[in-house]
């Protein structure tokens, strides 16, 4: 049998002479989070894998942050990214809280809520807008949007994506959820994680795919030449990802797909509709420069349903999200034109 002890998280403080605010017994300075957890396996695990699985809010990026900075022991000892963790290893983590970032600042922008409560929000994402902060995009974003609209988002699973559970591409529109809470942050994330959450997409690709349904299996890493894309590459230099997909409607020499995803990788369905010789209408990054019959914002992908257990309740919950008037047009012009082709081709 394998037990896990996961212990209650908490903050423990001692004032020195100075006046300042240290961790009792040294480890840790300062306010944060002190998490105690044992190493139920009866294999050995590298530290690092093995907390960024115990703390699905923190990237690895940070966690091994964390560790690099003296901020983690294994039985008493400073742990290492490499340390390999054993059966009954006490594995202490000292979290401090996340430091400020001064660009990232409540934006009143308007948002198309699909579903809201104290715990959860769900929003119909439009195109064009990017979901967190990053370097070369500081504000604008929807976590910007959110922070308004949620004054205690702040401090929810790290600095720039608080909050965040999954994201979609800039250009991608419909269906993603945000927590409200650390504890439903977790938990939605292990939903994901585990295919407990389900989501499907929508999207008008060039051609149509042979069959009425079929699952592309391929790695997902950095294109081997262009390190500003993604690509099909060797399992051993990507991630597994898979996706299914389902033939909606031909459309002449375009189709209407839809999407189920088992993984979650970065440009997925863009890059797997690419590798299969159908890309995305109007991705600039992986499709086929032609001229379309509309103009686009973006790429013709759209989160159409999300479904998740809710994380308090339980209760399972499914949204969907209308299309944007954009794919709409679209959808109505490649009718139109399959009509008139055929119309030609009776006469």
């Given at each position: 049998?394998?037990?896990t002890l996961v212990l209650?998280?908490?903050t423990v403080k001692?004032h020195d ?10 480890f840790?300075?300062g306010?944060?989070e002190?998490?105690?957890l044992?190493?139920p396996r009866?294999?050995p ?8 699985s115990?703390r699905?809010e923190?990237?690895r990026?940070?966690i091994?942050k964390?560790?690099?900075a ?9 742990g290492r ?15 401090p809280p ?8 409540p934006?009143a ?8 409560d104290?715990h959860?929000?769900v929003?119909n994402?439009?195109a ?8 070369g ?13 949620c004054?205690?988002?702040p401090?929810?699973g790290?600095?720039?994506r608080p909050?965040?559970v999954?994201?979609?591409d ?5 269906c ?13 994330q292990?939903?994901?994680q ?7 997409y ?17 790695a997902?890493g ?10 099909v590459v ?6 597994h990802a ?7 409607e ?8 839809r999407f189920r995803?088992?993984?979650?990788r ?6 797997h509709c690419?590798?299969?010789?159908h890309?995305?209408v ?6 086929r420069?032609?001229?379309?019959p ?12 999300l479904?998740l257990d809710?994380p308090?309740?339980?209760?399972r919950?499914?949204f969907?999200a ?9 959808l109505?012009?490649l009718r139109?034109r ?10």
């Amino acid at each position: 049998m394998v037990l896990t002890l996961v212990l209650t998280s908490f903050t423990v403080k001692s004032h020195d002479r100075d006046g300042s605010t240290t961790l009792a017994g040294g480890f840790g300075q300062g306010d944060g989070e002190l998490l105690t957890l044992q190493y139920p396996r009866p294999l050995p695990m590298r530290l690092d894998r093995w907390l960024v699985s115990q703390r699905p809010e923190q990237s690895r990026a940070r966690i091994q942050k964390f560790i690099d900075a003296g901020c983690v022991r294994v039985n008493g000892v400073t742990g290492r990214a490499k340390t390999p963790l054993r059966a009954g290893d006490l594995v202490e983590v000292w979290m401090p809280p996340p430091e400020p970032l001064p660009y990232l600042v409540p934006q009143a922008m308007p948002l198309d809520v699909l579903y809201e409560d104290a715990h959860l929000i769900v929003i119909n994402k439009p195109a064009g807008l990017t979901v967190h902060p990053a370097p070369g995009n500081k504000d604008g974003t929807l976590v910007n949007g959110l922070l308004h609209h949620c004054p205690d988002l702040p401090g929810i699973g790290g600095e720039m994506r608080p909050g965040i559970v999954h994201r979609l591409d800039k250009d991608t529109t419909g269906c993603i959820v945000v927590a409200k809470s650390q504890e439903a942050l977790v938990k939605l994330q292990v939903q994901i994680q585990k295919r407990i959450a389900s989501r499907e997409y929508l999207a008008v690709v060039h051609g149509v795919p042979r069959g009425e349904e079929g699952t592309i299996v391929g790695a997902i890493g950095r294109h081997p030449v262009d390190r500003k894309k993604y690509a099909v590459v060797a399992d051993t230099s990507g991630r597994h990802a898979r996706t299914h997909w389902h033939l909606v409607e031909a459309l002449g020499d375009h189709a209407l797909l839809r999407f189920r995803l088992d993984t979650g990788r970065t440009h997925q369905i863009r890059v797997h509709c690419a590798h299969m010789g159908h890309p995305i209408v109007g991705d600039a990054t992986y499709g086929r420069c032609r001229r379309l019959p509309v103009a686009l914002p973006g790429q013709a992908l759209h989160a159409v349903q999300l479904g998740l257990d809710h994380p308090i309740s339980g209760e399972r919950l499914v949204f969907e999200a209308p299309l944007p008037e954009a794919f709409e047009k679209l959808l109505r012009a490649l009718r139109r034109r399959l009509g008139q082709a055929g119309s030609s081709g009776a006469s």
